[in-house]
């Protein structure tokens, strides 16, 4: 029998950069062994944490996510061997850029979770999405992915059928 679902105001959005050896099959154990968790999670996964460039992470930001998760291999698991390391160096210094450029440190995380560990892939995602839930829908890169797209439909302008007016302008800002 199902547990009734809470409805919320808000039901943010969460993207998961997982590995594909160690988190997803976590996550995947979690889902054959019928543990409930949040669908809030869209989970992308990668060969190895090592993979996942700092821009993805601002990318999933910029296109509506309002928590990311990275999660691989335990240190000392990795299957590269030291890609689990080279992640873990490189989001270190991610996060103070992104104090810098003034995202809320606590919309993203980073954690361990291997294949035989479903039950901390619950945890993890409960956790996050409960966290992001009370702070609310995160905006601030929402409006750049706004200016994205008109600046590239004003590269466009100059293409003879493409109409643009303020009026134009004024309806698109609206959207």
Not at 33 to 62: E, H, W
Not at 84 to 107: I, K, T
Not at 125 to 131: F, P
Request: net charge negative; with cysteine; proline share 5%.
């Amino acid at each position: 029998m199902h547990a009734e679902a809470k409805q919320h105001d808000f039901e943010p959005k969460i993207v998961a950069f997982v590995c594909t050896w160690c988190t997803y099959a976590g996550a995947d154990l979690a889902g054959t062994s019928r543990m409930q968790y949040p669908a809030n999670v869209r989970v992308l996964k990668f060969p190895c944490t090592g993979r996942i460039d700092p821009v993805f992470i601002l990318r999933a930001f910029q296109k509506g996510a309002d928590g990311v998760l990275v999660s691989g291999c335990h240190p000392g698991d990795c299957h590269y061997m030291a890609g689990n390391f080279h992640a873990r160096r490189r989001f270190a210094a991610f996060r103070a850029l992104l104090d810098f450029v003034g995202v809320d440190l606590h919309r993203l995380q980073f954690s361990w979770v291997s294949a035989a560990e479903g039950g901390k892939w619950v945890e993890v995602v409960t956790e996050l999405t409960e966290r992001v839930r009370a702070m609310g829908p995160m905006l601030e890169f929402k409006s750049l992915e706004h200016e994205e797209q008109w600046s590239a439909f004003q590269a466009l302008a100059d293409v003879p059928g493409v109409v643009n007016t303020p009026e134009l302008k004024e309806a698109y800002d609206k959207i």
